[in-house]
Protein backbone atom coordinates (compact mmCIF):
# COMPACT_ATOMS: atom_id res chain seq x y z
CA UNK A 1 0.00 0.00 0.00
CA UNK A 2 1.60 2.99 -1.10
CA UNK A 3 0.68 6.55 1.02
CA UNK A 4 1.71 10.39 1.31
CA UNK A 5 2.85 11.92 4.14
CA UNK A 6 0.07 13.38 5.62
CA UNK A 7 2.23 16.34 6.77
CA UNK A 8 3.53 17.49 3.61
CA UNK A 9 0.51 18.28 1.98
CA UNK A 10 -0.91 18.24 -1.64
CA UNK A 11 2.14 16.76 -4.15
CA UNK A 12 2.82 17.96 -7.29
CA UNK A 13 2.66 15.35 -10.35
CA UNK A 14 6.05 13.16 -10.52
CA UNK A 15 6.92 13.83 -7.26
CA UNK A 16 9.92 12.17 -5.86
CA UNK A 17 8.71 10.88 -2.65
CA UNK A 18 6.73 8.39 -1.94
CA UNK A 19 6.17 6.50 1.48
CA UNK A 20 5.21 2.92 2.32
CA UNK A 21 4.07 1.87 5.77
CA UNK A 22 5.10 -1.55 6.77
CA UNK A 23 2.87 -2.71 9.32
CA UNK A 24 4.24 -4.91 11.78
CA UNK A 25 3.89 -7.75 15.08
CA UNK A 26 6.85 -5.63 16.62
CA UNK A 27 7.41 -1.86 18.10
CA UNK A 28 3.87 -0.99 18.24
CA UNK A 29 2.72 1.60 18.35
CA UNK A 30 5.67 3.32 15.55
CA UNK A 31 5.94 2.14 12.21
CA UNK A 32 8.87 1.76 9.87
CA UNK A 33 8.14 3.55 5.91
CA UNK A 34 10.08 3.43 2.86
CA UNK A 35 11.21 5.90 0.87
CA UNK A 36 11.65 6.09 -3.41
CA UNK A 37 13.61 8.80 -4.54
CA UNK A 38 13.25 8.92 -8.69
CA UNK A 39 15.57 12.23 -10.48
CA UNK A 40 15.84 13.79 -7.26
CA UNK A 41 18.27 16.43 -7.13
CA UNK A 42 19.68 18.00 -3.43
CA UNK A 43 21.27 21.30 -3.33
CA UNK A 44 24.91 21.26 -2.30
CA UNK A 45 24.11 22.73 0.76
CA UNK A 46 22.82 19.58 2.38
CA UNK A 47 26.00 17.26 0.98
CA UNK A 48 27.60 15.26 3.76
CA UNK A 49 31.10 14.78 3.45
CA UNK A 50 32.78 15.21 -0.06
CA UNK A 51 31.14 14.01 -3.20
CA UNK A 52 31.45 9.84 -3.44
CA UNK A 53 31.81 9.98 0.43
CA UNK A 54 28.65 8.33 1.04
CA UNK A 55 29.27 5.08 1.55
CA UNK A 56 31.87 5.78 4.36
CA UNK A 57 29.86 8.21 6.00
CA UNK A 58 26.51 5.66 5.86
CA UNK A 59 29.14 2.74 7.34
CA UNK A 60 30.57 4.95 10.21
CA UNK A 61 27.19 6.07 11.09
CA UNK A 62 25.92 2.41 11.63
CA UNK A 63 28.99 2.04 14.17
CA UNK A 64 27.32 4.63 16.98
CA UNK A 65 23.50 3.58 15.77
CA UNK A 66 24.29 -0.03 16.57
CA UNK A 67 25.56 0.44 20.05
CA UNK A 68 22.17 2.72 20.23
CA UNK A 69 20.39 -0.37 19.27
CA UNK A 70 22.40 -2.63 21.71
CA UNK A 71 21.93 0.36 24.51
CA UNK A 72 17.77 -0.42 23.96
CA UNK A 73 18.36 -4.19 24.10
CA UNK A 74 20.20 -3.60 27.41
CA UNK A 75 17.57 -1.68 28.75
CA UNK A 76 15.14 -4.03 27.87
CA UNK A 77 17.01 -6.98 29.49
CA UNK A 78 17.40 -5.23 32.65
CA UNK A 79 13.81 -4.32 32.83
CA UNK A 80 12.63 -8.28 31.98
CA UNK A 81 15.25 -9.74 34.37
CA UNK A 82 13.75 -7.24 37.05
CA UNK A 83 9.82 -8.36 36.81
CA UNK A 84 10.93 -11.76 36.08
CA UNK A 85 12.63 -11.41 39.92
CA UNK A 86 9.37 -9.46 40.70
CA UNK A 87 7.21 -12.94 39.77
CA UNK A 88 9.63 -15.32 40.91
CA UNK A 89 8.92 -14.06 44.63
CA UNK A 90 5.53 -13.98 44.17
CA UNK A 91 4.77 -16.97 42.63
CA UNK A 92 4.07 -20.13 44.76
CA UNK A 93 4.24 -23.48 43.28
CA UNK A 94 4.00 -27.14 45.94
CA UNK A 95 4.22 -24.33 48.90
CA UNK A 96 7.19 -22.20 48.58
CA UNK A 97 8.27 -19.40 46.03
CA UNK A 98 9.85 -20.55 42.99
CA UNK A 99 12.79 -18.28 43.39
CA UNK A 100 13.78 -20.86 46.36
CA UNK A 101 14.12 -23.46 43.85
CA UNK A 102 17.89 -24.01 41.95
CA UNK A 103 16.33 -24.12 38.55
CA UNK A 104 15.00 -20.81 38.28
CA UNK A 105 18.23 -19.57 39.93
CA UNK A 106 20.37 -20.60 37.49
CA UNK A 107 18.02 -18.91 35.05
CA UNK A 108 18.49 -16.16 37.09
CA UNK A 109 22.02 -16.19 37.07
CA UNK A 110 22.26 -16.83 33.07
CA UNK A 111 20.27 -13.43 33.01
CA UNK A 112 22.11 -11.09 35.24
CA UNK A 113 25.50 -12.59 34.03
CA UNK A 114 24.67 -10.90 30.41
CA UNK A 115 22.80 -8.12 31.36
CA UNK A 116 26.16 -7.15 33.00
CA UNK A 117 28.47 -8.62 30.47
CA UNK A 118 26.16 -6.37 27.89
CA UNK A 119 26.46 -3.17 30.22
CA UNK A 120 30.29 -3.50 30.47
CA UNK A 121 31.02 -3.82 26.34
CA UNK A 122 28.53 -0.72 26.13
CA UNK A 123 30.36 1.12 28.52
CA UNK A 124 33.87 0.22 27.39
CA UNK A 125 32.57 0.98 23.21
CA UNK A 126 31.20 4.38 24.91
CA UNK A 127 34.73 5.52 26.70
CA UNK A 128 36.68 4.83 23.25
CA UNK A 129 34.11 6.58 21.43
CA UNK A 130 34.88 9.70 23.46
CA UNK A 131 38.65 9.17 23.25
CA UNK A 132 38.22 8.98 19.35
CA UNK A 133 35.21 8.72 16.88
CA UNK A 134 37.16 7.93 14.42
CA UNK A 135 39.36 5.37 16.43
CA UNK A 136 40.10 2.10 14.55
CA UNK A 137 38.14 -0.11 16.54
CA UNK A 138 35.45 1.30 16.96
CA UNK A 139 33.10 -0.26 14.06
CA UNK A 140 34.00 -3.66 15.42
CA UNK A 141 33.00 -2.83 18.81
CA UNK A 142 30.03 -1.28 17.70
CA UNK A 143 29.25 -4.61 15.63
CA UNK A 144 30.20 -6.90 19.26
CA UNK A 145 27.74 -4.74 21.08
CA UNK A 146 24.84 -5.48 18.29
CA UNK A 147 25.98 -8.89 18.75
CA UNK A 148 26.14 -9.62 22.08
CA UNK A 149 22.78 -7.57 22.09
CA UNK A 150 21.02 -10.00 20.37
CA UNK A 151 22.23 -12.93 22.37
CA UNK A 152 21.45 -11.42 25.34
CA UNK A 153 18.23 -10.27 24.73
CA UNK A 154 17.65 -14.18 23.13
CA UNK A 155 18.49 -15.74 26.66
CA UNK A 156 16.61 -13.41 29.00
CA UNK A 157 13.15 -12.82 27.48
CA UNK A 158 12.85 -16.91 26.60
CA UNK A 159 13.99 -17.38 30.46
CA UNK A 160 11.35 -14.31 31.62
CA UNK A 161 8.39 -16.15 29.88
CA UNK A 162 9.69 -19.64 31.30
CA UNK A 163 9.81 -17.57 34.78
CA UNK A 164 6.45 -16.31 34.26
CA UNK A 165 4.41 -19.17 32.46
CA UNK A 166 1.60 -18.62 30.66
CA UNK A 167 0.59 -15.27 32.28
CA UNK A 168 3.81 -14.15 30.88
CA UNK A 169 1.77 -14.21 26.99
CA UNK A 170 -1.16 -12.23 27.95
CA UNK A 171 -1.15 -8.31 27.24
CA UNK A 172 -3.26 -7.50 30.39
CA UNK A 173 -0.63 -9.02 32.94
CA UNK A 174 -0.23 -7.43 35.93
CA UNK A 175 3.71 -6.94 36.38
CA UNK A 176 3.97 -5.24 33.11
CA UNK A 177 4.39 -5.53 29.38
CA UNK A 178 5.87 -9.38 29.55
CA UNK A 179 4.51 -10.09 26.21
CA UNK A 180 5.80 -6.45 24.41
CA UNK A 181 8.99 -7.25 25.78
CA UNK A 182 9.01 -10.41 24.56
CA UNK A 183 7.93 -9.15 20.88
CA UNK A 184 9.50 -6.02 20.50
CA UNK A 185 13.57 -7.42 21.73
CA UNK A 186 13.04 -9.47 18.37
CA UNK A 187 12.42 -6.64 16.37
CA UNK A 188 16.11 -5.31 17.62
CA UNK A 189 17.70 -7.83 16.17
CA UNK A 190 17.59 -7.02 12.58
CA UNK A 191 17.99 -3.31 13.52
CA UNK A 192 20.97 -2.22 11.98
CA UNK A 193 21.69 -5.31 10.56
CA UNK A 194 21.56 -9.35 11.13
CA UNK A 195 24.02 -11.73 13.78
CA UNK A 196 25.79 -12.51 10.09
CA UNK A 197 26.20 -9.17 9.37
CA UNK A 198 27.87 -7.94 13.21
CA UNK A 199 30.01 -11.67 12.35
CA UNK A 200 31.08 -10.76 9.43
CA UNK A 201 32.43 -7.13 10.19
CA UNK A 202 33.57 -8.37 13.42
CA UNK A 203 35.92 -11.51 11.59
CA UNK A 204 36.90 -8.33 9.09
CA UNK A 205 37.90 -5.82 11.74
CA UNK A 206 39.91 -8.72 13.99
CA UNK A 207 41.88 -9.72 11.43
CA UNK A 208 42.92 -6.62 9.86
CA UNK A 209 43.85 -5.97 13.65
CA UNK A 210 45.68 -9.70 14.31
CA UNK A 211 43.43 -10.29 17.20
CA UNK A 212 44.43 -7.07 19.35
CA UNK A 213 40.67 -5.54 20.63
CA UNK A 214 41.67 -2.80 22.69
CA UNK A 215 43.20 1.18 22.32
CA UNK A 216 46.61 1.37 23.70
CA UNK A 217 47.16 3.44 26.61
Known amino acids: MTLRNRHIGKQPAGDPLIQRRFLSKQTRPPHHTGLKFTNMRVNKKYLLGKVGQGLEIAIHSLS ?49 TH ?16 KDPEGEYIEEKAAMCKLFSIWTTKIVSDEMLEIFGGIGYFEDCEYGPVERLYRDVRAMWLEEGTPTVQRITISRQVIKHDGVLQYED
Not at 93 to 109: S, Y
Not at 115 to 130: P, Q
Open 64 to 112: VSRVHIAASNLGMSQRMLEISLKRAHDRVTFGKPIIDRQAIRMKVADMA
Open 115 to 130: VHALRTMVYDFAKDYE
